[in-house]
Every structure is written in structure tokens, then in C-alpha cells.
């Protein structure tokens, strides 16, 4: 059988959001040592904050893992569940091509009810679409995407 197959969010994602977070976190401080900051200022720069400080604190425990035909996701929010791949309902892999930053992809699998989303960025993520691609039912596979001119190649 296959080695197991791990998708994460990539190493330094955490170190980005938190990295993003403090350097917001600068802006009120400034205001406040000011003391030009009100108290409506502060609400506003904390709701700003939030995102970064979640996903920096959240993402990192994203996780598919293949083994052994078993699909075991663990996501952001929620409890950990599985499935396997005669499970899958349908597969949507969407592909748009960018020429500054290259192709932009992203595959999102469901099984029943739930779903799992894989983006290109994502450690193993290209791992994980051949194994889903050469073991499910193809009628389940739609694949959609714009493509550039002359480029036809990018989906």
C-alpha cells in the first residue's frame, strides 16, 4: 500500500498571522501612548486584529491525513472525522491561472454531508489530488477553470 499522505498548512503560516497581529498591535499602542486613542479606536483596531490572531493560532492545526484508503481530517473547528474514498460524493477541483503568481487551485472533496477543502499552497496538497483522482469515481470529478489565452495546458 501507499505511504500515508499529510497535508498542513505551510510551516510559516502561524509566524505570518502572529507576525501580522503584532505589527497591527503597534498601531493603537502609538495612539495610546499619544493618549489620543478612544475607547470606539480600540474596539475597531482589536476587531482588526482578530483575524490575524485566530488564524495564526487556529490554522496550524488544519490537517488531512491519507492512510491506508482511510481520509482523516482534522479542521480548524470542529471534531476530527473520516471517510473513504468510495464515500465521496463528488470532487470540484477549480483551477485559475494567474501570470503574475502562477496557477491558482484548489480541490474540495465531499463525502456526504462534509466536506474537506486542499489549496494548491498547502504542504502534500498535489499528493493528495492524484490520490483522489486516480481512486474515485471519475463521473464524480468536475474540474473548473478559466484559462488563458493560448494556454491550454493549465487545467
Do not use: H
Not at 16 to 40: D, S
Not at 56 to 78: A, D, I, K, N, S
Amino acid at each position: 500500500m501507499e505511504d500515508s499522505i499529510i497535508v498542513t498548512v505551510p510551516k510559516g503560516f502561524a509566524q505570518l498571522m502572529l507576525g501580522g497581529a503584532a505589527l497591527l498591535c503597534l498601531v493603537p499602542v502609538g495612539f495610546a501612548l499619544a493618549g489620543e486613542l478612544p475607547p470606539v479606536g480600540a474596539v475597531i483596531f482589536a476587531l482588526l486584529i482578530a483575524p490575524f490572531v485566530i488564524a495564526g493560532v487556529l490554522w496550524p492545526r488544519f490537517r488531512v491525513v491519507v492512510q491506508q484508503g482511510m481520509v482523516t481530517v482534522r479542521p480548524c473547528f470542529g471534531r476530527t472525522w473520516q471517510f473513504e474514498v468510495a464515500d465521496i460524493t463528488r470532487v470540484m477541483r477549480r483551477v485559475n491561472p494567474n501570470s503574475k503568481t502562477g496557477a491558482l487551485a484548489k480541490m474540495t472533496v465531499w463525502a456526504g454531508r462534509r466536506r474537506v477543502s486542499v489549496e494548491a499552497l498547502m504542504r502534500e496538497s498535489e499528493a493528495f489530488w492524484t490520490y483522489i483522482e486516480r481512486n474515485a469515481d471519475t463521473s464524480r470529478i468536475i474540474t473548473k477553470g478559466r484559462s488563458r489565452t493560448g494556454d491550454q495546458d493549465a487545467l
